[in-house]
């Protein structure tokens, strides 16, 4: 089965390392994604993990990921994922991969989001394009906050 990705980019009017700390900063990561919890240990061989739910013991989900690049301010890959949902596991197997790149721009610096390694099959097409949407909504959701300390 072959596979497909997403890419997305947009501006922001922070420089880039306080662009690349919005990635790496659980505070941050909260405050944009909405998540109920963020733990990040930045570094190569670190992890990225982060829950959404209102019940700690038991969350609606949980992302974690292997940091394999951090390169301040302008790379951070995230691979070996591993999702949970209380609805159950994924239906299928997924090697994703995440990379973001921030790159200067005359706004501040551009967030550029590829998200690679899902499944190119009618069965997952509702999932990518739940993915799809879900890159949308959460870019958009960094703008705002991005805005919102950018001032």
Do not use: K
């Amino acid at each position: 089965m072959g596979t497909r990705c997403i890419e997305r980019e947009i501006e922001v009017p922070t420089g880039l390392q306080r662009t690349f700390d919005l990635l790496v900063t659980p505070s941050a990561i909260r405050a944009w994604w909405q998540a109920s919890r963020v733990i990040v240990l930045a570094q190569p061989g670190g992890t990225w993990a982060a829950t959404w739910g209102e019940d700690e013991d038991c969350p609606d989900y949980v992302t974690v990921a292997t940091v394999e690049v951090h390169e301040p301010p302008r790379r951070l890959v995230l691979g070996d994922y591993r999702y949970a949902a209380r609805s159950g596991p994924l239906p299928f197997e997924m090697d994703a991969r995440v990379e973001f790149e921030v790159l200067p721009s005359s706004q501040g610096s551009l967030l550029r989001v590829t998200q690679s390694g899902l499944p190119d099959d009618p069965s997952t097409d509702g999932f990518y394009a739940g993915c799809v949407q879900g890159w949308s909504d959460t870019l958009g959701s960094l703008l705002a906050y991005t805005r919102s300390i950018a001032g």
